[in-house]
DNA sequence: AATGAATGAGAGTTCATTCAT
DNA sequence: AATGAATGAACTCTCATTCAT
């Protein structure tokens, strides 16, 4: 019983996982059930017993690509400019070694205003922004950073930044490591 | 002979003209020839007389497209910190009037790694990054920005906060302004 | 065992049921397994086990079916037309009170000529003309009714009547009562 | 010009009749578009450049329908028993010569409560209904019909008849000829 | 220079049915 | 007696593209 349901979750899982690299090798628009299926050696209407709809998919793709990417998840202990630090570091590291999934992540930003199924992507990014802020905050406050800053501007900042390296993962010129080395050491007043 | 010839030229201009506002609202995915003939007012096969593929229609909205930004052409005079400035504040006005150019700039970067047809989106890219990272390099040597300064990586950084802003063009919520002035004020050291 | 087995035919039974329901509401081209098997709370797969086929179960159904009408059931005693008021007063008022029944049956004979599994339709028919038929003749034998009327004739038209208001219960139009009466007084002479 | 107009039409409903055939033999719910362009000769795609969907080609086969059915149209000069005399001998012979026809006319009757796109057909019905009630009032009160007769009541009866004996074509057991004298012999009261 | 008509390839999705457990 | 998981075959519909006119 408990062997079947996980079964039943690793396919649920791989098949999220296929379509993952589906959209990073060829877009969301490139998308098609019947390359996830034979990614995962099923037949393409199997996947219907496991989600709905292709839509549904995606939105377990975009769940997936959040809770991998841990943008959301707590930074270890530590100073507040450590902590930011940490979660900087770890996104630009893990962009390097799975440039994948930030293709994914742009894929989804580019879509958010258009598909309703994607629309939740903003509420993650929301999240995203207010846990910049905070950290911020509570950084100026605590004077990790010089208080001239806004937490919320620097947020903004932060995260266009990532998100213009992430668009540039499917062609793979620009680098975010140095940019993201200089922006702290402009945040810290050099 | 030379009418008909700038008549056929009005047309193609309109048909990149349609296809380039179809991309804003729709994404290159949702590109359809009937849409874009049906905005000019002609048959779809009709397109089929100025552009010889779909694609050869997409090259036609990439060139439009950086002419139409405006991001290589040349500087009005000043000194390199004006001229930047001039730079940032006219891509960053032109975001704010009109968002579709740019949501189109993200569908092309986005797919730039993945269509052959896009790929030469990557020689204007790098045009603009190597106009900015002289810039920087002129106004470091004149003392208009501090020498402990790497042109090239600033130059990436712009781009990257250029691009993630003009990804989220279709949602609409970031802006990209006050990242702007805080960069130029970060650059100038403060 | 007994009770297993009368539990099985329960089961049956509620299978025919809910078919029966979702024919009336959706058509027979509307039926799906997997609806019924919901409605009745079982696994789809499971009807497999009661019924070896979907015609089987529609084969089901069409039994059900006349014996729920009681179309072929003895009449009460009395004279024949007495009889054959009593059964058309029974026809006439379950049409108003189930007319989904009808609904049924009005799918049941449009298939009865192309589907094998409903082609048992037209045997009951013929014995519901039979009996009509026999009932008139008597009746004619008796004096209850002028000995001009065919008896054959009368049952077909007493049979295309019931059939061409049953086919308007899925519209509910048409009401079948006044038909009736004026039929049986037509019958007597006026 | 002209010619290609025609060849267009000549199309459109030559589909609708191919569509009128397979609705005939299989029923609505066997309806392929595959089979009905592939009956008229052409790619199932095609069909959708004169169709926008399946639903408006059924919609197409309505009204070809009830156009061809005449059930509508003028009749032929004379006193009221005459017309209803020739309205109802036209359509028993039309269902003896091109029985399809009155299977479609049952098939569209039985889904018209159900699906949107037949629900016209009650349109249709109702001026039918309508067409008899004047026919019978109008030679009521001539005096070719007694008094005593309903016109609402009687053009219901007739309409419930024909629709009985159209739904019995798929099996074509009964026939409506006699019902039909018969009825006509009780109306001027024998 | 323009178009009406046509098409091939392929998309997502549905559904009766099977089978190991 | 029951079910979760799987599938093959089919369906409607879309779209870039072609071609005779």
Redesign the interface.
């Known amino acids: 019983m408990e062997i079947l349901h996980t079964q039943s979750q690793d396919r649920r899982t791989a098949l999220i996982q296929a379509a993952c690299e589906v959209i990073a ?6 998308l098609r059930i019947r390359v996830v299926a034979a990614r995962v050696g099923i037949n393409p209407a199997t996947m219907y017993y496991y989600f709905a709809t292709k839509e549904d998919l995606i939105e377990g793709v975009l769940d997936h690509l959040f809770s991998t990417l841990g943008i959301l998840s707590e930074e270890p202990a530590g100073t507040p400019r450590e902590q930011l630090h940490a979660h900087l570091s770890r996104l630009s590291r893990r962009m390097r070694d799975d440039p994948g999934l930030f293709a994914v992540l ?2 989804m ?6 598909s309703f199924s994607i629309s939740r992507f ?1 509420e993650y ?1 929301e999240k995203w922004h207010r846990k910049l802020e905070n950290l911020l905050q509570t950084g100026i406050r605590q004077g990790f950073w010089p208080n001239y800053l ?1 937490p919320d ?2 947020a ?2 932060i ?7 992430a ?2 993962t ?7 490591d ?2 993201i080395n ?2 702290e050491r ?1 945040l810290t ?2």
């Open positions: 090798e060829k877009g969301l628009e490139g742009s894929e930003q580019l879509r958010a205003g258009r903003q990014e806004d501007q620097v903004t900042t995260i266009l930044l990532m998100q213009g390296a668009l540039q499917t062609t793979g010129i620009r680098r975010i140095n940019s200089q922006l402009w007043g050099r």
